[in-house]
């Protein structure tokens, strides 16, 4: 504990400039793979704290070397979203940006990576400033394009793993729509995976006064959407856990005119690697045999993107997390997260280096405000205690590994 309150010690003159750059970054947010000035404020800090950095596959990672000991990795994700903010703040984004369809689309921090980044950051300057109360090599990584599922893969591409000195064991956290400054852990799988595809399945073209000559894949979507339903509610073991969701079906240009396609966009979560083979193979051949049924002219297409890995915290670095979260915020600030059914691409890193890992959550919401959930256009956590909380975790779970009075 008194190594914490060390590095902790700095933390008026930490907590001033952090809230000035979150302002800054929540008001001028970057869409996924263009984290440019992000990632040059993230490299320009570091540098000046004394961390060797790196620009890796379109991230930054800062790494302080500390005498020998454990090798920590704490990560943060940088990107924002296409989501026009209406929370009204005063520092509330009003940029907007051209995505990858050639939309204008307004971009904000609706899920939250302006705080991750700031609280690492400032546990960054805070460790650097008291390299005396611990020892062994921080690594803090700020990742690009969380929010599609590529910026992990990116990172590790472009030979992360070699570049980086081996972790002993990496962390990552996320503000939620919880109460401000409760820090919430779970051991085992806490995060779900993700999987979307896009699925495409043909019909014949036809005059709409003449559906006798066509193949109509409007109604045939109809009946895939329908009996995906099934895949949960009765091929899946109750108290399994499985999500299959259709979040998008377009057909067709003119209400007196059966296309000659259809596209489904299908989201799937699970937590069981066994469950989501097995969801995912039902999706495909109820496709396949809808298809077949309706005398489809051609197979459907299956394209799998933004896949997301299962999050699954080891018991054991868990454990001890939660033990040092406890030790310096309090019983009562602690709490049990629970399963999430939000997904994350954080455990590619660790799983890639073969080390263990835990991810936690930081409450973001402030005693009467309203606690709209991530991605939602008004969701705006509370610049404190959030910021407090989510610094104080990353220093709080560091010297679990690093502190010298281990």
């Known amino acids: 504990m ?13 907590r001033a400039w952090q809230e000035e750059l979150y302002t800054h970054l929540h008001a001028h947010p970057e869409l996924s793979s263009h984290e440019v000035e992000t990632a040059a404020e993230v490299s320009r800090r570091l540098e000046a704290f004394g961390y060797e950095v790196q ?12 005498g ?8 943060a994700d940088m990107d924002a979203l296409p989501v026009t903010e209406l929370t009204g703040l005063p520092y509330a984004s009003k940029v907007t940006a051209v995505d990858e369809a050639g939309a204008t689309v307004g971009v904000s921090h609706a899920c939250g990576h302006d ?55 990496a962390f990552g956290q ?38 006798h000559l066509g193949v109509d894949p409007v109604v045939l979507a109809a009946s895939i959407v329908l009996r995906l339903q099934t895949i949960v509610a009765r ?46 193979g039902s999706i495909e051949r109820i496709v396949r045999a809808e298809c077949e049924a309706s005398g489809s002219p051609e197979p459907p297409t299956f394209e799998y993107y933004d896949q997301y890995p299962l999050t699954d915290n080891d018991p054991d670095v868990t454990a001890r997390l939660t033990d040092a979260f406890r030790d310096h915020f309090g019983e009562g600030r602690v709490v049990t997260l629970g399963r999430v059914t939000a997904s994350e691409d954080f455990s590619r890193l660790p799983d890639a280096f073969g080390i263990p890992y835990s991810y936690w959550g930081v409450g973001g919401f402030a005693p009467g405000q309203q606690p709209y959930p991530n991605h939602s256009p008004y969701f705006a956590p509370s ?24």
């Open 2 to 14: 008194t190594r914490i309150t060390d590095v902790l010690g700095r933390m008026d003159r930490t």
């Open 383 to 406: 610049i404190q205690p959030t910021l407090d909380a989510g610094t104080e975790a990353i220093v709080v779970a560091a010297l679990a590994y690093l502190g010298k009075d281990r």
């Open 235 to 280: 091929e899946t073991k109750p108290g399994e856990f499985a999500v299959v969701t259709v979040g998008s079906s377009t057909a067709g240009t003119k209400s007196n005119i059966i296309a000659d396609r259809a596209v489904l966009l299908v989201n799937v979560r699970t937590y069981d690697l066994e469950v989501r083979d097995r969801v995912l």
């Open 174 to 211: 996320h503000v939620l729509n919880h109460a401000a400054g409760v820090v919430g852990t779970q051991a085992g799988p806490v995060l779900s995976a993700g999987d979307s595809i896009r699925i495409t399945v043909f019909g014949k073209g036809s005059h709409g006064s003449m559906p």
């Open 55 to 66: 620009r890796i596959g379109g991230g930054v990672v800062g790494v302080l070397v500390n």
């Open 115 to 169: 705080v991750h980044v700031v609280a690492l950051l400032g546990a960054a300057e805070l460790l650097a400033g008291a390299r005396d109360a611990w020892s062994g090599t921080f690594t803090a990584l700020f990742q690009p394009a969380e929010e599609t599922a590529a910026g992990a893969r990116a990172m590790l591409e472009d030979g992360l793993t070699d570049r980086v000195p081996r972790p002993d064991v």
């Open 68 to 75: 020998s000991g454990h090798t920590v990795l704490t990560r």
